[in-house]
């Protein structure tokens, strides 16, 4: 089984400080993880994807992710968060062999105040 | 471009109806897909489809019946809703087989079962 842990329901930074928002994984194999992020009232928007090769992965509007095999992580980063990077944050997670579904993360909400 | 397009937006049901969500998707995508959010349990698969007339279960199907009869469209229907359907549903699509590849989410429907 595949699983993904989000430990903060909440992530809260003042804007213009760097962000991180955690994520772990659990699966059997070597896996594709992803980010994607969803603003009120609206669908899943893809941000960043890991497949393999460097294990720093740039995506969107500013946002990067580091691929820790050993401590299982991909923790999404930023160096200067926005006001308007508030928004709900979900990793996923997938093995990269044979079939498998996606399987997403609770999700963390990110908080920027001005 | 379209996208993926989900109806209805809002949908408020009594308990025992039978309901129809729709999904719509205009990229020729091979793959379709179904989550339910829910607070606490983010995204959760309902059933996929890796083409017209070939779908599969997800981690939470009871309840659910889905079709596809042409590439593009994806309904999903509770045949007899019952309150704790009660969610966001979340249609995706993504391009092919290849489960690298990002999935793409439609704008949601909201459901309430009374």
């Known amino acids: 089984a595949q699983s993904v842990a989000q430990p903060e329901d909440q992530v809260n930074v003042a804007e213009g400080n760097p962000l991180t928002v955690k994520c772990t994984y659990s699966v059997s194999g070597n896996p594709y993880l992803f980010w994607y992020v969803q603003y009120p009232n609206r669908g899943l928007q893809f941000l960043l994807k890991?497949?393999?090769?460097?294990?720093l992965v740039k995506g969107s509007y500013g946002f990067e992710a580091e691929f820790n095999k050993s401590q299982t992580s991909f923790h999404l980063k930023k160096p200067s968060a926005l006001v308007s990077d508030s928004a709900l944050y979900f990793c996923?997670?997938?093995?990269?062999?044979?079939?498998?579904?996606?399987?997403f993360g609770k999700g963390t909400m990110l908080l920027v105040s001005p | 471009d379209a996208g993926i397009t989900q109806s209805p937006r809002y949908k408020i049901t009594e308990t025992g109806r039978q309901v129809t969500l729709m999904c719509h998707q205009t990229w020729s995508h091979s793959y379709m897909f179904w989550y339910r959010q829910d607070l606490g349990h983010g995204l959760r698969l309902i059933y996929y489809?890796?083409?017209?007339?070939?779908?599969d279960k997800g981690e939470v199907p009871d309840g659910y019946v889905v079709s596809r009869s042409k590439t593009e469209n994806f309904p999903l229907t509770l045949e007899s809703a019952t309150r704790s359907q009660t969610s966001v549903y979340f249609c995706?699509?993504?391009?092919?087989?290849?489960?690298?590849?990002?999935?793409?989410f439609g704008p949601g429907t909201r459901l309430t079962v009374l």
């Open positions: 995706a699509s993504r391009v092919d087989s290849r489960s690298y590849n990002e999935q793409f």
């Open positions: 489809s890796a083409a017209a007339d070939i779908t």
């Open positions: 996923a997670v997938r093995r990269n062999s044979g079939y498998s579904t996606l399987t």
């Open positions: 890991y497949i393999t090769g460097d294990n």
